[in-house]
């Protein structure tokens, strides 16, 4: 324990960081060091829990002290890179040291985690300035093994609004959407959290994502920390001074989300103009209404999957049997069915019949009708329709698997006329999907050959209300370690349960986040044979999972393990 020295205090903030107790700084470089030993130092300096890099660019030439920016990205591999000395010239008046390693990822200068690998192998100059070595020309941004990230680094979801075009209130500005980043864990959090949300969101998700907040804010204070009464209090400069009170809510709404992921004690934002005089306030239970997952369903304890007999069944946590729904479906069984789909609001239901041919959709209640299909498979008994599936704003999706002409529909409303919605550069044909409960992500399954890989796409829509053009776009691999994708279901704003297995190894149920990095969540019991997976969006509560495993239908509930449900049963899902 110290005993001498200023008294500092600590925030609530820094009480909260269990990690806060250790840190981890770098070493200046020693007189007279070689080329290789300063490049080493370097590295390691940049792993230190130094705010503004004062230590690492202690390793640089000044004219590069001044333009080095290791907020530009961060290139990160499967091991600490291997630095070796490449070229020196005759007089010894500088040296080119290459870093060779496997990368795994990148993360860009919003932020933004996005799995890409190859073999990294960069320059760094070393030149002699007032008699030692210094490095006077590197790579932007910042090398680091997985470890170092890990140690590092921490996801963090921003919140952005929805843009949903005509077919959302406010022209879509009321539904946040998880955008995960990565900032560093223990370097002030909650200002950079602050400060990350007024960058904008990231690349991938800007063209359907709005933020409320108008260009050029900027947070006022150096430092932002939770008060004892767990308000965060935020003062904004002068281009937030004339917002009305409706957008004002909104961008606190986007904060308080935000930092609530990092510090559940948060439960008010107030936003303050910069001379300190307040713009609004949101509690938490206000915030309600901006809820991410407000389009998840109401129930989070509610499961639904295909009994023996090809009939909808439906199951609750506190439930040891299943029950059949009321309807077509269920009790009266007017169809047999292969998979099953439940609107959000679990009115309506959506079901392809046991031959994989036709979709119907009907009403959950006694007395239903099953009605005419809304949509036929064109390519017979061999390919069929996906398994359905509901976004938050009631519309209905499904892929026809012809080989031929494989296409994705969605049907508005549920019950609208099919409208084919392009997916450019899709490379083989969709054999699953999941659409989020905010509209404008869905998860795909592609196969293509032996293979089947996880995509998650943007959706963007154009147009008019009574003209809306739907396009899926930007796909990119979320789980590219993964061999063979069996199945997905989303599990939270910015989470996926997958089941798949890597080459040569057996199958794994793990969580994975949309950016492509593996969740903090805790790990899953073991479970193979997994064909389908059904998880919720909610974040209310931690409900059940439900697979499909060799034919019968299993559960996991909190701190449990898999227990078997019944023998026979097949494609579990949650509302949507």
């Known amino acids: 324990m110290p005993d001498s020295g200023e008294v500092r205090p600590v925030d609530s903030s820094q009480r909260a960081d269990a990690d806060s107790q250790v840190r981890v700084y770098g070493v200046a470089p020693h007189k007279g060091e070689r080329p290789q030993e300063l490049v080493t130092g370097f590295l390691e300096a940049t792993t230190s829990d130094d705010p503004d890099y004062g230590t690492a660019r202690m390793y640089l030439a000044k004219s590069e002290q001044r333009s080095w920016n290791p907020a530009g ?96 209130p406010v022209k879509g500005r009321e539904i946040l959407v998880a955008d995960p ?53 935020i003062r904004l400069n002068g281009k937030a001074a004339g917002t009305n009170e409706g957008q004002c809510r909104r961008m606190a709404a986007q904060l308080l989300y935000t930092v609530q992921d990092q510090s559940a004690k948060v439960s008010e934002v107030v936003l303050q103009r910069e001379d300190g005089s307040q713009l ?49 479906f269920g009790a009266d069984g007017a169809l047999q069915l292969r998979s099953v789909a439940v ?82 550069r899709l490379d083989g044909r969709i054999t699953g999907l999941r659409v989020a409960a905010d509209g404008v992500r869905i998860a795909l399954l592609v196969t293509k050959g032996d293979r089947t890989s996880l995509k998650l796409g943007r959706v963007e829509r154009h147009g008019s209300a009574g003209r809306l053009n739907l396009s899926v776009q930007e796909l990119r691999s979320v789980a590219p370690r993964l061999e063979q994708v069996d199945a997905v279901s989303w599990a939270g704003g910015s989470r996926l349960l997958v089941a798949g297995n890597e080459q040569g190894g057996l199958q794994q149920l793990q969580y994975i986040d949309t950016d492509g990095s593996l969740s903090n969540a805790s790990a899953l019991p073991g479970i193979t044979g997994v064909r389908g997976v059904a998880a919720s969006e909610s974040t209310a509560k931690a409900p059940a999972l439900v697979a499909e495993r060799d034919g019968g239908i299993v559960r996991l509930l909190p701190d449990s393990n898999w227990k078997l449900v019944t023998k026979e049963g097949s494609a579990p899902v949650y509302p949507g």
């Open 181 to 233: 980043v990565y900032l560093r864990k223990r370097i002030d959090p909650v200002t950079s959290t602050v400060n990350a949300v007024l960058d904008g969101p990231t690349n991938w998700l800007d063209p359907v994502a709005a933020t409320a907040f108008p260009t050029g804010t900027k947070v006022v204070d150096q430092h932002l920390s939770v008060d004892d009464s767990n308000v965060l209090k």
């Open 73 to 168: 990205g961060t290139v990160v591999l499967a091991e600490p890179p291997q630095v070796h000395v490449e070229r020196a010239d005759d007089r010894e008046q500088d040296y080119t040291i290459t870093l060779i390693g496997k990368q795994v990822a990148k993360v860009d200068a919003k932020h933004a985690y996005k799995p890409e690998e190859g073999t990294y192998k960069e320059r760094i100059h070393v030149a002699r300035e007032g008699g030692e070595w210094r490095i006077d020309d590197l790579p932007p941004g910042l090398v680091l093994g997985v470890a170092d990230f890990q140690r590092i680094y921490r996801s963090v979801n921003k919140y952005y609004f929805a843009e949903l075009g005509a077919s959302g």
């Open 280 to 328: 609004c306030s949101l509690g938490r239970e206000e915030a309600r209404k901006y809820a991410p997952d407000q389009a998840a369903g109401r129930g989070a304890d509610q499961q639904y999957f295909v009994d023996a007999q090809h009939r909808m069944v439906s199951l609750a946590d506190g439930d040891e049997e299943p029950r059949r729904v009321p309807g077509p």
């Open 343 to 424: 609107d959000r609001g679990e009115k309506h239901a959506a079901g392809v019949a046991n031959n994989g041919q036709a979709l119907y959709v009907t009403g959950l209640e006694a007395g239903a009708s099953l009605g005419e299909p809304r949509v036929s498979a064109r390519g017979g008994a061999k390919s069929g329709l996906t398994s359905p599936s509901w976004d938050g704003l009631g519309d209905l999706w499904v892929a026809d698997q012809d080989p031929d002409r494989p296409r994705l529909l969605r049907l508005p409303g549920g019950t609208g006329s099919p409208e084919e919605v392009q997916v450019p």
